[in-house]
């Protein structure tokens, strides 16, 4: 049994060294996305964190955030929502500048992308990113998602402002956007 | 209650649909089953199932007691103001476990019910903050704990077990074993389905989002659980040659046979909330919720003890049911 476990698991590995492999040769868009969204499946299952960790995969996903063509980006979030989970690979998405990264795909046009970061965002929350991971910008971003029209969105804004904030300072983002609206209102002086 | 604060929304959203499946995949990285497309995350799922597709002729009541077969079914109604295909309903169920609701999508969607193909979703939108919260701490703590535990080898069959049982139990290996169908009897509860037979793990495309099923139970800290399924796993090498439920039983025969033997269970126990008049089965069901060990075998066995808990626990209970289908079957 051990030793059948141990050929299976290092199968596992080459399968997915194989997959990275085509991911970094192939020059199809379409088997990259194919492959992409295969590495991030993979992620979900928790006894593939080794290997994935160890192929360097995490940095595979966060290269996919700057990517121009919307289903990396989208593909590339859900492997980090997925991979986040874990706390090695938190911290290695943390060392390796994810909260920003993935801040930035919190404007993302499609909601599975924007999803995927609010939860990457709550995964990457250790005592010490959460005072990155609150930043005023992004608890405005939250305060505008829980009053959107969709229920997913607004109920994961929702989650992440009660599980990681404080109420201060959900309190104080509320004030600075209020106040941002209140200056938009404002007709500016004629003269 | 939580259905009703999302009365309002019956927006068809694009994780509703059916996504082309993809077919330009080299060999390789072929699964078992044509998909899209797709990246599995925790957002996507949801213990809130949507099931369209169900014929309009007064089938909700067998629809329910198909969903229960994967697990306790919380809530139920129809979505009448969803957009169905003519002559069609659209059904919104809500499951206890989320584990539930992945075997019941897993198993239910693209079967055909009554005449019409059943297309299961899930649908995350009918949640509450509270139940995303839940799900998403259910996730962390189950990936936390499964990592931990994986100091020891974990071979891929191993999937239909707790991670804790693995050192223990000689599962995989009997699991490995190329799969039989056992003869078909008619005493059988759970449906099973061919494609599984010769397919006991997850594919090639990393679709492990529904390949886990049975392991992912584990974070519900819900002792009996735990506990059965312990004693359940190692059980296959001593009871699997005595064989058991068999695969094949007409639809209709089965949900007869099935909610007759309700019936008979709730004069005999005082477990069970509701008369014969109350049809439906509801959020309470008569049954253990169905544990999806996704391998034929071993599906086969928890069958099969439990069928011979039943048994033991009452005696009478097995015989008459059997015996009152048959005469039912010829007519």
Known sequence: ?191 | CDLSVARLDHKVYKHHEQRKVCISRPKYREGRRAKAVKVYTINLESRHVMVQGVPAIGVMTELIQLCALYGAVEEYRPLDEYPAEEFTEVYLVKFQKLTSARAAKRHMNGTSFYGGVLHVCYVPEYETVEDTRMKLQDRRRYVIRAVQNKEMVIPAHDKPCDRENTETSNVSHYSSFPLLPPPPQEYQYYRHKTQHLAAPTEDRMGTLHSAIIASEQQPVPSSSQTSSDRVRCPEPRLTSNQSAAGRFVPRTTHLESRKRRMEEETEHSLTNVTRKTALLIGPKLPEPPKVDMEDESLNTTVSLIRGTMKKVESVPDLKPVEKKVKPRRRI
């Open chain 1, 1 to 191: 049994m051990w030793k059948k476990g141990s050929s299976e698991s290092s199968d596992r590995f080459e399968y997915l060294q194989t997959l990275v492999t085509e991911f970094q040769d192939t020059d199809s868009e379409e088997a990259k996305e194919q492959v992409l969204a295969n590495l991030a499946n993979f992620a979900y299952d928790p006894k593939n964190m080794d290997y994935l960790r160890q192929l360097q995969v995490t940095d595979l996903f966060l290269d996919m955030l700057t990517e121009d063509n919307e289903n990396f980006v989208e593909f590339g979030m859900g492997g980090l929502c997925n991979l986040s989970m874990d706390p090695e690979c938190r911290d290695i998405i943390l060392q390796g500048g994810g909260i920003r990264l993935v801040t930035n795909c919190l404007s993302s046009r499609r909601e599975e992308t924007v999803l995927s970061a609010i939860t990457t965002l709550m995964n990457l929350t250790t005592p010490s990113s959460r005072s990155e991971i609150t930043d005023a910008a992004i608890l405005q971003c939250m305060l505008r998602f829980s009053l959107s029209e969709s229920p997913r969105l607004r109920n994961l804004a929702a989650v992440f402002l009660q599980d990681c904030c404080t109420e201060e300072q959900v309190a104080q983002a509320e004030q600075q956007m209020q106040g941002q609206q209140a200056a938009v209102g404002i007709p500016l002086p004629e003269d």
